[in-house]
């Protein structure tokens, strides 16, 4: 056993709870006063509910409860039926956790979304507009009214979207899922943002089988080079035909970010008619939720309220 091996063995936390949904077996983390406002947190990609562990604390201290899944294809999240299709669109994510927190009885929530998890925040809010109370988008700009060609920049910088449309890109990311990810974690953020011992505990979550297919899909279908997921369809052309939305929303976003600089998000104050605040974290980059967890913390408490 390495000396990594042995830091994982000591800080790699307790399994979380199981909760089944019609389409999934869900792992995932509830912590917090069991009968205070809910603040479901979803994480991006590619990464795993630990991104938000140091928010999550922050935010129970506040006298919020968090709820924290391991998305589909991600750790001991599990589809239930092989013949569901293994799929990855924002609005399948959407229903996935729309379906969580029916099967967990709550009603009326706040979302708080990274990466994946922001386009899945937003689409929530486009579908269950009576569930969804604010959101928050962290580093991942609006989709509403659909997602034209990017500037050749900002195509440069989203090469690995259009790596897995090709059959070779694809192989190559069902072949080294941990190698493909670790050039996002070296190029999204400043030099020296993470450790090693870091890196590997998450890289786990994407030994989950269905991870490869789920991350292709989702790359693929955001540029029509895969259909979205049946069940979502209706959620995704709503999106797409959706201009603005009036719920409350706060996007946080790194002035360093590697993959969606500010530039990127220029456009996103105009898809917002309610009360809009965008927080732009200096010398941080993709991953403000593990680079600036207090700072994130403060502005969804402040967002959120507390207790």
Same mark, same amino acid.
């Given at each position: 056993m390495t000396i990594v091996d042995r830091f994982l063995e000591m800080v790699r936390p307790e399994p979380g709870t199981r909760v089944t949904t019609p389409l999934l077996d869900v792992e995932l983390f509830d912590d917090g006063p069991p009968d205070a406002p809910v603040a479901l947190l979803l994480h991006g990609?590619? +990464? $795993?509910?630990?991104?938000? &562990?140091?928010v999550s604390?922050?935010?129970? %201290? &506040?006298?919020?409860?968090?709820?924290?899944?391991?998305?589909?294809?991600? *750790? @001991?999240?599990?589809? #239930? $039926? +092989? %013949?569901?299709? #293994?799929? /990855?669109?924002?609005? !399948?994510l959407a229903h996935d956790a729309a379906d969580l927190m029916e099967a967990l009885g709550v009603g009326r929530f706040f979302v708080a979304g990274h990466d994946w998890g922001s386009n899945a925040a937003e689409a929530m809010a486009v579908g269950w507009p009576d569930r969804v109370?604010?959101? &928050?988008?962290?580093?991942?700009p609006s989709r509403l009214g659909g997602a034209p060609t990017p500037p050749f920049r900002q195509c440069q910088r989203q090469w690995y979207h259009w790596f897995q449309a090709?059959? #070779?890109?694809?192989?190559?990311?069902?072949?080294?899922p941990k190698g493909f990810s670790r050039i996002m974690w070296d190029n999204w953020s400043p030099p020296g943002w993470y450790d090693e011992a870091t890196f590997e505990a998450v890289a786990r979550s994407w030994d989950n089988p269905d991870w490869a297919d789920v991350t292709v899909h989702s790359y693929r279908a955001r540029w029509d080079e895969a259909p979205p997921d049946p069940r979502s369809a209706a959620l995704e052309a709503k999106i797409a035909?959706?201009?603005q939305i009036a719920t409350p929303t706060i996007?946080?976003? /790194?002035?360093? +970010? /590697? =993959?969606?600089?500010?530039? &990127?998000?220029?456009? =996103?104050?105009?898809?917002?008619? *309610?009360?809009?605040?965008? =927080?732009?974290?200096? *010398?941080?980059?993709?991953f403000p939720t593990r680079e600036a967890p207090d700072a994130v913390a403060a502005a969804l !408490?402040?967002?959120? @309220? #507390?207790r």
């Open positions: 990609w590619p +990464d $795993d509910p630990s991104t938000w &562990a140091k604390r922050t935010l129970n %201290a &506040a006298g919020l409860r968090t709820i924290r899944p391991y998305l589909r294809g991600f *750790g @001991g999240t599990r589809l #239930r $039926d +092989d %013949a569901t299709p #293994r799929t /990855g669109n924002s609005g !399948i109370a604010r959101i &928050a988008m962290l580093s991942t090709t059959a #070779r890109g694809a192989k190559a990311v069902h072949d080294d035909h959706t201009q996007y946080i976003s /790194g002035a360093r +970010d /590697g =993959v969606n600089p500010p530039e &990127a998000a220029e456009s =996103v104050p105009s898809k917002f008619s *309610g009360p809009f605040e965008a =927080v732009l974290l200096d *010398g941080v980059g993709h !408490i402040k967002h959120f @309220g #507390r």
